[in-house]
């Protein structure tokens, strides 16, 4: 029990130094006057919200160009999670939205899922008349992104999973067993304690809204025949330190045809990196690498044919 409770403890600490730091760079970004922040967040030409399936689903678009979803990970919002990360996006359309419970995205007596949060973005892209898009998902949005491809595969383009499951035993045992030890406490005076009361949450429901968004990852779950009939490529990529075991995410890659010689056999037109010097939080520090890697697998005519010199 100790070890469960320290190492929730740790991931808790681990979110919010990463937050803390995220800001401090952001800040000192802001205050130069002699080098200019060309990754400042931009201003949405749409902001809004949309009712789905009993929630009030809040939502921004920014740019213009093909469409991209960004689905952020557990108790992040859009800026915790995407305001550095947008405008590496540039010449596309990104809509990015906070999903149930998160930041202005109110709560509702409805259980949190996957499937019910996959079904959300469905709407939303209805909602904004896009008929397919290329999702990318982070950690718990990498579930929904899966769900997403598996609920609604004519909506998913490609998809892009970081450092996501598809399975509860994904996950290294140990992160899994420390789940049901994460607490509000952890989160006390974070970045995610005080964005949350920031966007206009009752900070008495703040214990709540911990406990009910990890409560996903309490019960198992297990998607993996489903995620090997989808038929959008998937670009997956995990840290070397990450809490996904490497397995997990090589059994996906070699049922979409990988874990082959490529020289012999041809390339599959689905993807796998691992990222090194990189925990499961830090590959969000890891943007600056993984978005020409995600652009180049989105623009890619992904032709299997074999290289030759």
Request: aromatic share 10%.
């Amino acid at each position: 029990m100790k070890t469960k409770n320290t190492l929730g403890l740790i991931i808790a600490v681990a979110i919010a130094l990463f937050l803390s730091c995220q800001q401090e760079i952001k800040t000192k970004s802001d205050s130069s006057k002699d080098v200019p922040n060309t990754k400042t967040i931009k201003k949405p030409s749409e902001t809004g919200y949309v009712n789905l399936n009993g929630l009030k689903m809040y939502y921004e678009v920014y740019g213009k160009g093909k469409p991209i979803v960004l689905l952020h990970g557990s108790y992040m919002t859009i800026p915790l999670n995407w305001s550095d990360i947008i405008p590496m996006f540039n010449g596309r359309k990104v809509i990015v939205a906070e999903m149930q419970g998160h930041g202005r995205t109110r709560d509702t007596a409805r259980k949190i899922s996957y499937e019910g949060m996959a079904d959300d973005v469905s709407g939303l892209l209805k909602h904004l008349k896009i008929d397919s898009a290329d999702i990318l998902g982070y950690s718990m949005g990498g579930g929904i992104a899966f769900q997403l491809a598996i609920r609604h595969p004519e909506q998913v383009r490609r998809l892009i999973v970081l450092s996501g499951s598809y399975a509860h035993d994904g996950w290294w045992p140990e992160v899994e067993a420390s789940y049901s030890s994460i607490n509000a406490e952890m989160f006390k005076d974070s970045p995610i304690e005080k964005q949350y009361e920031s966007l206009g949450n009752d900070p008495k429901h703040f214990p709540e809204f911990v406990k009910k968004v990890i409560s996903i990852d309490l019960e198992p779950y297990d998607w993996s025949k489903e995620v090997k009939k989808i038929k959008a490529p998937i670009f997956m990529a995990i840290g070397d330190s990450d809490g996904i075991q490497y397995e997990h995410a090589l059994t996906l890659f070699r049922a979409m045809g990988g874990g082959k010689m490529g020289d012999i056999h041809g390339l599959p037109k689905s993807r796998l990196a691992i990222i090194p010097g990189t925990t499961h939080i830090g590959m969000m520090y890891r943007m600056d690498w993984l978005v020409p890697m995600i652009d180049d697998f989105l623009n890619s005519d992904l032709k299997t044919s074999a290289p030759t010199f």
